[in-house]
């Protein structure tokens, strides 16, 4: 890019305000420093998209889409990047400078590539519907079932064995060069053979994008040869692992129906939507991949992998939990419709028709059955060593979870299921087991032996050994458990625990016990009263405590960065602290150490409040394991969550006493039925 664009790139995201952009197409309110509202790319109730004025940028934090002005002008609105860059110059009232040779060479030959992939995309309808078609329109019409509108719906279409495409490219004017960038032709390393057309004697399916543009073919051999299907290889405007077949179609549909079905084919995807489910994709023959379920996640919350009932559909399941579970965030998943009698989308509709295939898109497995399924279906359980080893490998996997709060959860469910699976007495399971209900649903606790108290009880054996001889203790204001001795400690929670709930970290420490020692305590207690009173004391003392912690251990960074920018920091100072830590973390591409990061932020106007976090230097005298640290952060998360919802809840109530609205009453209602849930979690034993 010349240095005149670079320079009326800048000038425009300066006098254009992202506001005014975004505002067109976004319903945008003023909160705080930002505006939030509704996220235009992916289906949400409630708002978590953001445009930052002063940085000239927008984020969700639900789908993740990010950019400027000019790239929401190209993705909210579907322009190519010249096209933005003439609005935006329009509406700033800027001239836009003469691009160089260079540059209009680029924009027209991207602009030539999607011109070449319609014209042969156009060859293709045309020769299904000439005589050497003949074949590849009895294939579609006769054995598929597919109307005349159908076909043309789908743009399908046939490859001849004859190496016609080529020809008839040439004779537009394109070269070799082109069609084998575009990946319609194959040159030999051998020089003897000649180049020959990529697909032959195929029936054709066009691949788009989100605009509708042709930019890859998939193909579906006539005779008994390897690889049935053929896709086009990766080129400038394809990538396979990217971009999911049919989204251009779906993704209204999926809108107005909340629901996105993601099968294992194009056949599936075109006989799915000829019986009214138009809001079915597909991968492009390759695995469902992690950009595929993001994107996915663009146009709904938890998508239905439609999966064939046999042994490689329970296979191609097992490889989406693999692929899913590092990206998993709170509110985005998958769940699972396996088909039965071994068939596909197209065979089940047409052996049982639409009414039936709908009543199955209810019986959906969530994705915690589908990974509890995984390892311990046909898994030896007989010894105690054998439920371990099923235990450790189940809680390995919920560790590779990177959103803290979801992990959390997953970690509390698997072991939920493997204490009623395995730590149950056989006259537990015979009472309160209940076979008429999901093979993987928790079943109710047993009912205590004795006549004694619920709460007298102790807890399993296998929760982190948590005493119960004496009660927690009610948590202390931050600053003074810190400096609290270490003798002065006397609940068997404290002493046995740390604070932490790490019986290592004292056992290796034991000939410090009588020096005073600070006490990393930020233990809150289950007691929904006492949540409550934390969360309504003032928060920067816990957000300097968690970039404290993020100085120490780097990666922290990327478990909590959301949920932190999402929080309402009083403390300008502290936010921007935050803020240059987390845009130094990400300038490096490899992983990062403390002390190459504090290195990195000692050039900064920052330095000098990371000098003045004595809780940095509190944690750098005697560093905890980092999983305690995260039990911590959670926990002075959930406060700060609360006392928002509690701020929120105050303002409301007032609103209502002035001017009483079914919508203000409906959300104040949302609001507390969330705080509660909230209350009553944290009243239940932690595992």
Same mark, same amino acid.
């Given at each position: 890019?010349?240095?005149?664009?670079?320079?009326?790139?800048?000038?425009?995201?300066?006098?254009?305000?992202?506001?005014?952009?975004?505002? $067109?197409?976004?319903?945008?309110?003023?909160?705080? +420093?930002?505006?939030?509202?509704?996220?235009?790319?992916?289906?949400?109730?409630?708002?978590?998209?953001?445009?930052?004025?002063?940085?000239?940028?927008?984020?969700?934090?639900?789908?993740?889409?990010?950019?400027?002005? /000019?790239?929401?002008?190209?993705?909210?609105?579907?322009?190519?990047?010249?096209?933005?860059?003439?609005?935006?110059?329009?509406?700033?009232?800027?001239?836009?400078?003469?691009?160089?040779?260079?540059?209009?060479?680029?924009?027209?030959?991207?602009?030539?590539?999607?011109?070449?992939?319609?014209?042969?995309?156009?060859?293709?309808?045309?020769?299904?519907?000439?005589?050497?078609?003949?074949?590849?329109?009895?294939?579609?019409?006769?054995?598929?079932?597919?109307?005349?509108?159908?076909?043309?719906?789908?743009?399908?279409?046939? $490859?001849?064995?004859?190496?016609?495409?080529?020809?008839?490219?040439?004779?537009?004017?394109?070269?070799?060069?082109? %069609?084998?960038?575009?990946?319609?032709? $194959?040159?030999?390393?051998?020089?003897?053979?000649?180049?020959?057309?990529?697909?032959?004697?195929?029936?054709?399916?066009?691949?788009?994008?989100?605009?509708?543009?042709?930019?890859?073919?998939?193909? +579906?051999?006539?005779?008994?040869?390897?690889?049935?299907?053929?896709?086009?290889?990766?080129?400038?405007?394809?990538?396979?692992?990217?971009?999911?077949?049919?989204?251009?179609?779906?993704?209204?549909?999926?809108?107005?129906?909340?629901?996105?079905?993601?099968?294992?084919?194009?056949?599936?995807?075109?006989?799915?939507?000829?019986?009214?489910?138009?809001?079915?994709?597909?991968?492009?023959?390759?695995?469902?991949?992690?950009?595929?379920?993001?994107?996915?996640?663009?146009?709904?919350?938890?998508? /239905?992998?439609?999966? !064939?009932?046999?042994?490689?559909?329970?296979?191609?399941?097992?490889?989406?939990?693999?692929?899913?579970?590092?990206? %998993?965030?709170?509110?985005?998943?998958?769940?699972?419709?396996?088909?039965?009698?071994?068939?596909?989308?197209?065979?089940?509709?047409?052996?049982?028709? +639409?009414?039936?295939?709908?009543?199955?898109?209810?019986?959906?497995?969530?994705?915690?059955?589908?990974?509890?399924?995984?390892?311990?279906?046909?898994?030896?359980?007989?010894?105690?060593?054998?439920?371990?080893?099923?235990?450790?490998?189940?809680?390995?996997?919920?560790?590779?979870?990177?959103?803290?709060?979801?992990?959390?959860?997953?970690?509390?469910?698997?072991?939920?299921?493997?204490?009623?699976?395995?730590?149950?007495?056989?006259?537990?399971?015979?009472?309160?087991?209940?076979?008429?209900?999901?093979?993987?649903?928790?079943?109710?606790?047993?009912?205590?032996?004795?006549?004694?108290?619920?709460?007298?009880?102790?807890?399993?054996?296998?929760?982190?050994?948590?005493?119960?001889?004496?009660?927690?203790?009610?948590?202390?204001?931050?600053?003074?458990?810190?400096?609290?001795?270490?003798?002065?400690?006397?609940?068997?929670?404290?002493?046995?625990?740390?604070?932490?709930?790490?019986?290592?970290?004292?056992?290796?420490?034991?000939?410090?016990?009588?020096?005073?020692?600070?006490?990393?305590?930020?233990?809150?207690?289950?007691?929904?009263?006492?949540?409550?009173?934390?969360?309504?004391?003032?928060? !920067?003392?816990? /957000?300097?405590?968690?970039?404290?912690?993020?100085?120490?251990?780097?990666?922290?960074?990327?478990?909590?960065?959301?949920?932190?920018?999402?929080?309402?920091?009083?403390?300008?100072?502290?936010?921007?602290?935050?803020?240059?830590?987390?845009?130094?973390?990400?300038?490096?591409?490899?992983?990062?150490?403390?002390?190459?990061?504090?290195?990195?932020?000692?050039?900064?106007?920052?330095?000098?409040?990371?000098?003045?976090?004595?809780?940095? !230097?509190? %944690?750098?005298?005697?560093?905890?394991?980092?999983?305690?640290?995260?039990?911590?952060?959670?926990?002075? %998360?959930?406060?700060?969550?609360?006392?928002?919802?509690?701020?929120?809840?105050?303002?409301?109530?007032?609103?209502?006493?002035?001017?009483?609205?079914?919508?203000?009453?409906?959300?104040?209602?949302?609001?507390?039925?969330?705080?509660?849930?909230?209350?009553?979690?944290?009243?239940?034993?932690?595992?």
């Amino acid at each position: 890019m010349n240095d005149d664009l670079q320079r009326f790139i800048e000038e425009l995201r300066a006098r254009v305000s992202i506001v005014d952009v975004v505002g $067109a197409k976004v319903k945008l309110t003023k909160k705080g +420093r930002e505006y939030q509202g509704l996220c235009p790319f992916h289906n949400e109730k409630t708002p978590s998209f953001t445009v930052n004025e002063s940085k000239g940028f927008y984020h969700c934090f639900g789908c993740g889409a990010h950019g400027d002005i /000019i790239k929401f002008e190209m993705e909210g609105n579907g322009l190519p990047f010249i096209d933005a860059l003439q609005k935006l110059s329009h509406q700033a009232g800027l001239q836009m400078p003469q691009l160089t040779a260079k540059d209009k060479k680029e924009e027209e030959e991207r602009k030539s590539l999607y011109d070449i992939m319609e014209s042969a995309c156009s060859f293709f309808e045309k020769s299904l519907r000439m005589p050497e078609g003949a074949e590849g329109l009895k294939y579609f019409m006769d054995k598929r079932g597919l109307s005349k509108e159908t076909i043309q719906k789908f743009r399908l279409g046939f $490859a001849p064995n004859n190496n016609a495409l080529m020809a008839h490219l040439k004779a537009e004017g394109i070269n070799e060069k082109e %069609l084998k960038e575009l990946g319609l032709i $194959a040159i030999p390393e051998d020089t003897s053979r000649r180049p020959h057309d990529f697909f032959r004697n195929r029936v054709m399916i066009p691949i788009t994008n989100k605009q509708g543009k042709i930019i890859a073919f998939g193909g +579906r051999v006539m005779e008994k040869i390897e690889p049935k299907y053929l896709n086009s290889p990766d080129t400038p405007i394809f990538n396979k692992r990217r971009n999911l077949y049919n989204l251009d179609k779906a993704r209204e549909v999926a809108y107005k129906e909340k629901n996105l079905i993601i099968c294992e084919g194009y056949m599936d995807v075109i006989a799915l939507d000829r019986y009214g489910f138009g809001y079915a994709v597909a991968p492009l023959g390759t695995a469902l991949t992690e950009e595929q379920i993001m994107e996915a996640w663009r146009v709904c919350p938890e998508p /239905i992998l439609c999966l !064939d009932g046999d042994s490689p559909g329970v296979k191609a399941a097992m490889r989406a939990v693999d692929r899913v579970l590092p990206i %998993l965030k709170a509110g985005y998943s998958l769940k699972f419709l396996f088909l039965p009698d071994n068939q596909d989308p197209d065979e089940y509709l047409q052996a049982h028709g +639409r009414e039936s295939f709908g009543a199955l898109m209810k019986k959906t497995k969530p994705l915690i059955d589908i990974l509890w399924q995984k390892y311990t279906e046909n898994e030896d359980s007989s010894t105690p060593e054998k439920k371990a080893l099923i235990e450790k490998t189940l809680l390995a996997e919920v560790a590779k979870i990177g959103d803290a709060t979801v992990r959390s959860y997953y970690a509390q469910e698997i072991r939920n299921r493997i204490y009623l699976a395995f730590k149950q007495t056989a006259w537990q399971k015979r009472e309160y087991s209940t076979p008429q209900s999901h093979p993987y649903a928790p079943r109710p606790q047993p009912k205590p032996v004795t006549s004694a108290p619920i709460q007298n009880q102790n807890p399993p054996a296998y929760l982190d050994n948590i005493p119960t001889s004496e009660p927690l203790p009610i948590p202390q204001p931050y600053e003074e458990s810190v400096a609290r001795p270490r003798t002065t400690q006397t609940s068997t929670y404290s002493r046995t625990n740390n604070g932490y709930g790490n019986n290592r970290y004292n056992n290796n420490r034991r000939n410090n016990y009588n020096s005073p020692r600070p006490q990393i305590n930020h233990v809150i207690s289950n007691a929904p009263e006492t949540l409550r009173q934390s969360a309504e004391s003032e928060n !920067d003392k816990n /957000i300097r405590f968690i970039i404290a912690a993020e100085l120490i251990y780097p990666e922290l960074i990327d478990d909590y960065e959301e949920q932190l920018l999402s929080c309402e920091i009083k403390n300008p100072q502290l936010k921007d602290l935050l803020t240059t830590i987390s845009d130094t973390y990400h300038e490096t591409e490899e992983p990062i150490s403390t002390e190459e990061l504090l290195e990195k932020l000692a050039a900064t106007p920052q330095n000098k409040q990371i000098k003045e976090l004595w809780e940095l !230097d509190m %944690l750098q005298k005697r560093p905890p394991f980092i999983n305690d640290l995260r039990r911590n952060i959670d926990k002075l %998360l959930l406060e700060d969550k609360l006392r928002n919802l509690e701020e929120e809840i105050k303002d409301l109530t007032k609103e209502i006493c002035q001017n009483f609205t079914e919508e203000a009453y409906e959300r104040l209602s949302s609001l507390k039925k969330e705080r509660d849930e909230i209350l009553s979690h944290a009243a239940e034993p932690d595992d």
